[in-house]
């Protein structure tokens, strides 16, 4: 059976979505304000949020060891945890947490909140696919 395009056995060949997908990854950004908090982050990529694939990550590290991406879980025991994608603007989109801030499901299977005061980074990857 034959191989894809852009595998090993295939060398200097371009897999066909290589030039199909953009990306925009904003790096890791210091952040301890997470209570009802706005992030806008700039993809420059003239469309709506629709549009668009959004992974957003968070770490207690500054290079992102330990980093964790966030699926947009809330809470059933505190109302407000969690966090939204909105569309800004045909460039940006708007990241709204929660009024109590958000939570992630630890390695141990517990809920954790991360709140006010509590030192992460953050990373915002955008993509977006040209069909």
Known sequence: MAKPEGTQDRPGTNH????????????????????????IVNHNFNTTVDNLIVKFFVSSSASGTNAIEL????????????????????????????????VYISPTGLETGIVNGQVWYYKVVVYKINL
């Not at 809330?74 to 109590?100: E, K, M």
């Open 16 to 39: 066909k979505l290589y030039n199909m997908i953009k990306k925009y990854d904003t790096g890791w950004i210091y952040g301890n304000v997470w209570q009802a908090v706005q992030l």
């Open 71 to 102: 699926v947009g879980l809330g809470s059933f025991n505190v109302a407000n945890y969690g966090w939204t994608i909105y569309n800004h603007d045909l460039n940006n989109i708007r990241i709204q947490t929660g009024s109590a801030g958000f």
